[in-house]
């Protein structure tokens, strides 16, 4: 069946320095989306991607979708101690709203 | 406006027993799925419900059942519980069922 991958499974950082997340499908996907979870919390939605290329941005965050639809990433520009929490991919193959998530990456900010 | 509701929070059940998770969705949305979200790894689908019909099931064993009611809350049940269905349950609402999904706080279940 499908798969989602995502690296790094941690990552440990300095408050300020940047942070990037990257996730892999082996099949094309109609859309993917990133969600946030903090410790101890639930998904909480970041934004969907839908388009070949695509790239937005949300203050210090940077969301870009392959151009083949199959990969994406997560930049967040200078870090902050807010910004702790595990980050997740998640693949919508067929436009249903059935998501397959990848593993996440932790992300711990040290001050 | 209130979000997702779950209840209850946390649950303990002895293993052979069985389970029923509620949920209700955001006021307006008509699609209700269900996660798994073991410790340390990613939510797994379960069920995708819209206007009280099912939509999709992911890999889970027919011990586990769920339903839409009128009012668009949602019930997940799982029978003849086995340790390894300990885990952190999380029921997610949307419009129609595609885009931005809400997630409740979850249902922590613990089989012992």
């Known amino acids: 069946g499908q798969q989602v991958m995502q690296i790094p499974q941690y990552q440990h950082v300095q408050e300020g320095e940047d942070f990037t997340t990257y996730c892999n499908s082996s099949?094309?996907?109609?859309?993917i989306q990133w969600y946030k979870q903090r410790p101890g919390g639930h998904p909480v939605f970041l934004i969907q991607l839908v388009k070949s290329g695509e790239v937005k941005k949300q203050k210090r965050l940077t969301f870009q979708f392959g151009e083949a639809k199959k990969n994406s990433s997560l930049h967040i520009t200078a870090t902050q101690t807010t910004d702790v929490g595990t980050y997740f991919c998640?693949?919508?193959?067929?436009?249903?709203?059935?998501?397959?998530f990848g593993q996440g990456t932790t992300l711990q900010v040290k001050p | 406006d209130a979000g997702v509701t779950q209840s209850p929070t946390h649950l303990i059940k002895t293993r052979g027993q069985h389970v029923t998770l509620r949920c209700s969705p955001i006021?307006?949305?008509?699609?209700v799925s269900w996660y798994q979200q073991v410790l340390g790894q990613g939510p797994q689908f379960i069920f995708q419900y819209y206007e009280k019909e099912e939509r999709g099931r992911g890999n889970f064993p027919d011990r586990f059942s769920a339903r839409q009611f009128p009012n668009y809350s949602s019930e997940l049940n799982v029978n003849a519980l086995l340790l390894g269905d300990s885990a952190l349950y999380l029921c997610a609402s949307s419009l129609q069922g595609a885009g931005e999904q809400y997630f409740g706080p979850g249902t922590r279940l613990t089989v012992t």
């Open positions: 006021s307006g949305h008509k699609s």
């Open positions: 099949t094309t996907l109609s859309n």
């Open positions: 998640a693949a919508d193959s067929g436009n249903t709203g059935k998501l397959i």
